[in-house]
């Protein structure tokens, strides 16, 4: 039996991509909010200083409160520090601009890259999935992010350097597999913010295909105006407009991760079965 099975912990996955504004924290969210609809537990860890994903799940990021800062510090546990989004009904470790003061408390602690994974581990079985919204560089942050996580879900736009933009992060996960994380996976590949009327689009769309295979999802998220509405609001789009084309593109990509997951996690249990000959 695999650990999986004996005592359910949740799937860690991380939502990166070191370029900025390719839609990482719009999937984090509206991801969330989706696996919720699909009966699933859900953390969304912020681990940005914009503190888009808090705010953007109807949190304010500016309380007295503890958020996450506090949590890698030592001063709070996850289960202080958490809240939930009143709009997406996930529970939401919050984080505000205190988190980039992070980075000079964590350099001088020894396991550096191990103090969010450390604080994950206190709440992991009371969640299906926890998910990690990135900030956009490969800091000591996003290294902590990929240190406590199981796998990496990549959003990206079909743009003529996204594939070059895309071999810093994978060489950057294949580091993290081989010294720090064994766990470490490459979910998948998002393809987000996509207009297919775009020649271009569609051609990288087919290249990413290609190169990538069956690591790439078969949802894919249009370009949508409510999708880029909702955060004002405090809501994920799929509660804001849940019948818009973006709502129901990540609604389509929640049910395909469950179910990649499951799948997962029934070849997992297939291969450690001892044989029977
Ligand atoms: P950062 O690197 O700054 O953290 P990010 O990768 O998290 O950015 P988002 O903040 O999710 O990116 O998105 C960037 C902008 O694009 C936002 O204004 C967001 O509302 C908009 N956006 C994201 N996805 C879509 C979409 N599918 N359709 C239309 N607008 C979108
Ligand atoms: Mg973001």
Redesign the pocket.
Same mark, same amino acid.
């Given at each position: 039996m695999t650990q999986d099975s004996q005592t359910k912990i949740a799937k860690v996955f991380c939502i990166a991509?070191q370029?900025?504004?390719?839609?990482?924290?719009?999937?984090?969210i509206n991801l969330a909010a989706a696996l919720v609809m699909q009966r699933q537990r859900v953390l969304l860890i912020d681990l940005?200083p914009?503190g888009?994903a808090t705010m953007g799940s109807g949190v304010d990021k500016n309380t007295e409160n503890a958020n996450l800062y506090h949590v890698l510090i030592g001063e709070a546990d996850i289960a202080q520090a958490r809240v939930k989004s009143p709009t997406g009904q996930y529970d939401v470790l919050p984080a505000n601009r205190e988190l980039s003061g992070a980075e000079i408390d964590l350099v001088q602690m020894d396991d550096r890259e191990q103090q969010l994974k450390n604080a994950i581990q206190t709440v992991i079985s009371e969640y299906d999935f926890i998910l990690i919204?990135c *900030?956009?560089t490969l800091s000591l942050l996003t290294l902590n992010g990929l240190a406590g996580a199981h796998g990496v879900i990549i959003?990206m736009q079909c743009e003529y350097f996204a594939l070059e933009g895309l071999s810093d992060l994978v060489n950057t996960i294949k580091r993290v597999h081989r010294n720090i994380n064994p766990d470490l996976q490459l979910i998948g590949l998002l393809r987000?913010?996509?207009d297919s009327r775009v020649t271009l689009q569609q051609q990288v769309s087919a290249q990413i295909e290609r190169h990538f295979g069956d690591k790439v999802f078969k949802a894919v998220? *249009?370009?949508?105006?409510r999708?880029?509405e909702?955060?004002s609001h405090g809501m994920p789009g799929t509660v804001y407009d849940k019948s818009s084309r973006?709502a129901k593109a990540y609604i389509e990509f929640a049910k395909e991760l469950v179910k990649r997951v499951k799948q997962d996690a029934k070849n997992k249990t297939v291969q450690n079965e001892p044989s029977h000959t």
């Amino acid at each position: 039996m695999t650990q999986d099975s004996q005592t359910k912990i949740a799937k860690v996955f991380c939502i990166a991509n070191q370029k900025g504004g390719v839609g990482k924290t719009t999937t984090a969210i509206n991801l969330a909010a989706a696996l919720v609809m699909q009966r699933q537990r859900v953390l969304l860890i912020d681990l940005d200083p914009q503190g888009n994903a808090t705010m953007g799940s109807g949190v304010d990021k500016n309380t007295e409160n503890a958020n996450l800062y506090h949590v890698l510090i030592g001063e709070a546990d996850i289960a202080q520090a958490r809240v939930k989004s009143p709009t997406g009904q996930y529970d939401v470790l919050p984080a505000n601009r205190e988190l980039s003061g992070a980075e000079i408390d964590l350099v001088q602690m020894d396991d550096r890259e191990q103090q969010l994974k450390n604080a994950i581990q206190t709440v992991i079985s009371e969640y299906d999935f926890i998910l990690i919204d990135c *900030p956009p560089t490969l800091s000591l942050l996003t290294l902590n992010g990929l240190a406590g996580a199981h796998g990496v879900i990549i959003p990206m736009q079909c743009e003529y350097f996204a594939l070059e933009g895309l071999s810093d992060l994978v060489n950057t996960i294949k580091r993290v597999h081989r010294n720090i994380n064994p766990d470490l996976q490459l979910i998948g590949l998002l393809r987000v913010m996509f207009d297919s009327r775009v020649t271009l689009q569609q051609q990288v769309s087919a290249q990413i295909e290609r190169h990538f295979g069956d690591k790439v999802f078969k949802a894919v998220v *249009p370009r949508n105006v409510r999708l880029a509405e909702a955060p004002s609001h405090g809501m994920p789009g799929t509660v804001y407009d849940k019948s818009s084309r973006g709502a129901k593109a990540y609604i389509e990509f929640a049910k395909e991760l469950v179910k990649r997951v499951k799948q997962d996690a029934k070849n997992k249990t297939v291969q450690n079965e001892p044989s029977h000959t």
